[in-house]
């Protein structure tokens, strides 16, 4: 059963910094929540999904991709416009908006099974992180998804930051 829950996000690390905080947290398993396995910009290509595999590997951490847990397209723009009425680039927010948050926990949270997603996914692991790219952890859906795991198996959750 899983000891702890880390989260974390790519923005603010470098490839080293990411992989050195995951390490001494302990972490035994990444499982990334995006729904799209990379991202823009050479600042943080070492996120992107074949990079980020060979980094885990080296560093004796576990991968798996659990898409079925990251938000729709449709979802996702909720919050783009939200962020767009506000002014606000996705990298510089810091919170989720409640449009986005009522989408998801519809969407995805209203017939989620904690128990069931962490026997699919980890694998005996003790101390995985959920992972998509947001610095914040209340930016980011994996939030809502840790809160909820959380609270169905009484797990502590703590978020890795830069």
């Known amino acids: 059963m899983i000891q702890r829950l880390f989260t974390i996000g790519a923005y603010g690390f470098t490839g080293r910094t990411f992989v050195d905080r995951?390490?001494?947290?302990?972490?035994?398993?990444?499982?990334?929540?995006?729904?799209?396995?990379?991202?823009?910009?050479?600042?943080?290509?070492?996120?992107?999904?074949?990079?980020?595999?060979?980094?885990?590997?080296?560093?004796?951490?576990?991968?798996?991709?659990?898409?079925v847990v990251a938000p729709s397209k449709e979802v996702r723009d909720v919050q783009y416009s939200a962020d767009a009425a506000a002014g606000i680039a996705k990298r510089e927010r810091s919170s989720l908006g409640a449009g986005f948050i009522k989408a998801y926990r519809s969407q995805v949270l209203a017939g989620f099974d904690a128990r069931r997603f962490v026997e699919a996914y980890c694998d005996g692991a003790k101390r995985p992180v959920l992972f998509c790219v947001e610095r914040e952890p209340g930016a980011c859906h994996r939030s809502l998804l840790a809160e909820r795991i959380s609270a169905d198996l009484g797990v502590v959750v703590e978020n890795l930051m830069p």
């Open 22 to 67: 995951l390490s001494a947290a302990g972490v035994d398993l990444f499982i990334d929540i995006r729904a799209r396995r990379g991202m823009r910009g050479a600042e943080y290509a070492f996120a992107n999904a074949a990079r980020l595999e060979a980094a885990l590997e080296r560093a004796g951490i576990g991968y798996a991709h659990a898409k």
